[in-house]
């Protein structure tokens, strides 16, 4: 009876040892207890790259934020009968005007900062903005003169964050300088920026002789802007015809927005930008009344982009590490099925967690030498230790070496897959299928049910 019992136990030890299946449970599992790892490591990413852009907006706030300026938009206030209780009453409106051109040309000049181990992208930009309004048509919007409150005509320039404001802002309209003051009337337009009040009332005497209040004849207007602001400059294209043209030293762009710019030269030197936009391509008119419209939608302009962005990378490797895993896992495994040798679960659960370290040791490396130099360094470190472990379980250095090749190569392949983003899903998609038809080719003898 003992002997039975003893034989039913060997049998058992013998079966676990060499089946198949219950190996392929084995790593099966372990895959899945290797994912808790790998979230903490993306989690970990996720959180430095929160700690980033927590600097990064501490310093902005004390220069400057990203900066929309629109401008100048006219305003004209006016009054009108309103019917309420039985009674007229008389109300204040305002009549909004936009420029029939608009140009815009300057310098943005780059700063980087650091704070720590992190870069912050800076600007001040140095602007000359001039442009012209056509005579107010007070009939397009019903209107009469006698209604208009032509003394508290005011022109409003849309800036987003006045802490970037480096100089005071004076207007010159019309050849009389206008000292304009901080904050927005009609804080539902533009939400921010500075109002100055202008001469519409007057009456003056053109060439021929002839007497015209001053809202019924072409106004031009000029005025220099310097903006501090980080990363990001917008504008809203107000102009009948708004023409923007930007020179910066930043060899690194993006030009985004609802428009872009025509054929921009970009070069190690810098760049230089042209956008030129009718007022055929926004959704707004050139005048209205009250607040119905607003400029958001319609804003272009330029990205001081720092090119490299570890944080993102490194996360984007991150997404593949259960690949990694359970193409190093197979490989061990088909090694194992192969050469007759025996691998122990806690073996595998090393070499998974091996693989798992390549993510915080690429993200630690990456914040202080850049993605590229920390992705080599990784790739060595994890591949040569997965390689050195490889020749205590095979106890042969050939095959530790072809592992050890193998597996570089693999983490060769992500790296041009993560460096082609235009290209990233079709070489993922032709080097997964290599893989599946050399891991058929490889079992192709293999009897899978053989105990």
């Not at 290797?34 to 979230?39: D, H, K």
């Not at 009609?186 to 009040?197: D, E, I």
């Not at 042209?274 to 055929?280: G, N, Q, R």
Request: net charge neutral; aromatic share 12%; charged share 20%.
């Amino acid at each position: 009876m003992e002997n039975k019992e003893k034989g039913i136990f060997e049998k058992a030890g013998n079966w676990v040892k060499t089946s198949i299946m219950l190996k392929m449970v084995t790593i099966g599992f372990l895959l899945l207890i290797l994912l808790i790892p790998e979230n903490m490591v993306e989690s970990l990413i996720s959180e430095r790259s929160r700690a980033r852009t927590g600097v990064v907006e501490e310093v902005s706030s004390k220069w400057g934020n990203a900066q929309t300026l629109t401008g100048p938009v006219l305003t004209i206030p006016f009054n009108t009968r309103v019917y309420e209780n039985g009674k007229y009453y008389e109300q204040k409106q305002y009549a909004h005007f936009l420029p029939s051109d608009l140009q815009v040309v300057g310098a943005v000049n780059p700063h980087q900062k650091h704070r720590g181990i992190y870069e912050v992208m800076l600007y001040d930009a140095d602007l000359q903005v001039s442009g012209s309004f056509d005579k107010i048509d007070l009939q397009a919007l019903n209107l009469n003169d006698s209604d208009m409150i032509w003394d508290e005509a005011k022109i409003a320039i849309g800036i987003t964050d006045m802490r970037g404001i480096s100089e005071v802002v004076s207007v010159n309209w019309q050849g009389k300088k206008i000292v304009m003051e901080p904050g927005i009337e009609m804080a539902t337009m533009l939400k921010s920026g500075v109002n100055g009040k202008v001469d519409l009332h007057s009456v003056t005497q053109d060439e021929n002789g002839i007497q015209n209040r001053n809202a019924y004849q072409p106004i031009k207007f000029n005025y220099p802007l310097k903006v501090l602001g980080s990363s990001k400059l917008r504008f809203a294209p107000i102009g009948k015809q708004t023409h923007v043209k930007l020179t910066s030293s930043w060899a690194d762009p993006k030009f985004d927005g609802a428009f872009l710019p025509q054929e921009p030269q970009v070069n190690d030197s810098g760049f230089v930008a042209d956008w030129k936009v009718i007022y055929h391509n926004r959704n707004y008119p050139q005048q209205w009344l009250h607040n119905k419209y607003k400029f958001d939608n319609s804003t272009f302009g330029v990205d001081l982009i720092v090119p490299v962005d570890e944080y993102q990378k490194t996360l984007r490797s991150a997404k593949y590490a259960s690949l990694m895993v359970l193409l190093t896992f197979l490989t061990f495994f088909f090694i194992e099925l192969a050469n007759g040798i025996r691998i122990h679960p806690l073996q595998y659960v090393l070499v998974g967690s091996a693989l798992v370290l390549f993510y915080t040791l690429l993200l630690s490396i990456s914040e202080h030498f850049g993605f590229n130099a920390a992705y080599i360094v990784s790739t060595c470190l994890v591949a040569g230790l997965i390689g050195f472990y490889s020749t205590v379980i095979f106890q042969e250095r050939k095959m530790a070496s072809f592992l050890t090749a193998g597996l570089g190569g693999i983490y060769a392949f992500m790296f041009f897959v993560l460096n082609s983003q235009d290209y990233a899903l079709l070489m993922g998609s032709i080097g997964l299928f290599v893989i599946l038809a050399i891991v058929m080719y490889a079992t192709r003898n293999i009897k899978f049910y053989k105990e």
